[in-house]
């Protein structure tokens, strides 16, 4: 039976000492590495300094003077950095999407995305789409990503998928792991093999998503012979960065011995951190490995639970 579908079967209510854990680490730990990302998140995410000239602090409260008379003499890169700094600094302005179309249509790819990005959180879908488009013409390498995701949220899985292997080629790791979730949807062997392709492709470049995915495809033998240790090492790779349901997966595994030798207190560290992310199957399965615990690994426990509380209080101090 798959470990995530054993977790979810053995279901029951945590102990008070383990909820008030969950309640204190949920409180200040983002929820991170979810398989389904919402399209606003992902650009979010993508409109970066990354896009920019480089030549301008944005922590000025006034733009630098050298990128506005450049910007104003039509150069398109201090255009587009100078976009950056009004999205950045006076996001309510329209500032940002004048320069970034000035530099736009000037043919500049990075500042085509930008603009794709603005429009998209404008609520402008279908002019967004077209700079996106433009931006992927132009060979700007996040681009083809961002198109796919939005198609994808239009309904149009042919254009998302064209877009996705277009990224994908140019070696864009988040079109990668996109194939690769899609591709994973579909349940052929064929399409099993384009989902292990294109993970591990996403994967070599640190995505733990695409760790987790091919985690799932060795431990249940989708298209390959099942490899419980193979998948232990993905699961753990992605684990490591933060992915719950990966952390929920080794969780599982430390407990029942499957692809990892067998170790009820490293089951349940793994378990508390995915559930302190909100990761259901792990809450649900904690009680079973924590019913378990001879007196000494309950001691353990108490006491890493106490170190990492104090750890992430010394960091929260730290970083106010």
Same mark, same amino acid.
């Given at each position: 039976m798959p470990l995530h579908v054993v977790a979810i079967k053995m279901a029951t209510i945590p102990s008070r000492r383990v909820s008030l854990y969950f309640a204190t680490l949920h409180a200040t730990r983002p929820i991170l590495g979810s398989w389904e990302v919402t399209l606003f998140k992902a650009l979010k995410e993508l409109l970066g300094w990354v896009s920019g000239s480089g030549g301008n602090d944005r922590l000025?409260?006034?733009?630098?003077?050298?990128?506005?008379?450049?910007?104003?003499a039509g150069d398109a890169e201090a255009a587009n950095e100078l976009g950056l700094w009004y999205a950045e600094i006076q996001p309510a302005s329209r500032k940002a999407e004048f320069w970034f179309r000035?530099?736009?249509?000037?043919?500049?790819?990075?500042?085509?995305?930008?603009?794709?990005?603005?429009?998209?959180?404008?609520?402008r879908t279908n002019e967004s789409i077209g700079w996106f488009r433009l931006a992927v013409d132009g060979g700007w390498p996040s681009a083809a990503f961002a198109l796919g995701s939005v198609l994808e949220e239009q309904g149009d899985r042919k254009g998302a998928v064209e877009a996705f292997e277009t990224g994908a080629h140019r070696e864009c790791a988040l079109s990668q792991d996109a194939l690769g979730r !899609? #591709? /994973? %949807?579909e349940e052929t062997e064929?399409?099993?093999?384009?989902?292990?392709?294109?993970?591990?492709?996403?994967?070599?470049?640190?995505?733990?998503?695409?760790?987790?995915?091919?985690?799932?495809?060795?431990?249940?033998?989708?298209?390959?012979?099942?490899?419980?240790?193979l998948a232990a090492w993905w699961f753990l790779q992605a684990a490591h960065q933060g992915h719950a349901g990966a952390q929920a997966m080794i969780g599982v595994a430390s407990h029942l011995g499957v692809g990892l030798t067998a170790n009820r207190l490293n089951a349940a560290r793994w378990l508390l951190v995915s559930a302190a992310q909100g990761n259901p199957a792990a809450r649900a399965y904690f009680p079973t490995v924590?019913?378990?615990?001879?007196?000494?690994?309950? !001691? #353990? /426990? %108490?006491?890493?639970?106490d170190r990492e509380d104090r750890e992430r209080k010394a960091a929260k101090k730290g970083g106010a």
């Open positions: 000025d409260p006034t733009p630098s003077a050298d990128i506005l008379a450049r910007a104003e000035r530099a736009a249509d000037a043919g500049l790819a990075r500042a085509q995305y930008n603009l794709g990005v603005l429009t998209m959180r404008l609520g !899609l #591709a /994973l %949807e064929a399409s099993y093999e384009a989902a292990r392709y294109w993970s591990e492709k996403a994967a070599q470049q640190g995505y733990a998503s695409a760790q987790t995915r091919l985690g799932t495809i060795f431990h249940e033998g989708l298209g390959v012979a099942r490899d419980p240790q924590e019913a378990e615990l001879t007196p000494d690994e309950r !001691l #353990a /426990l %108490e006491e890493w639970i």
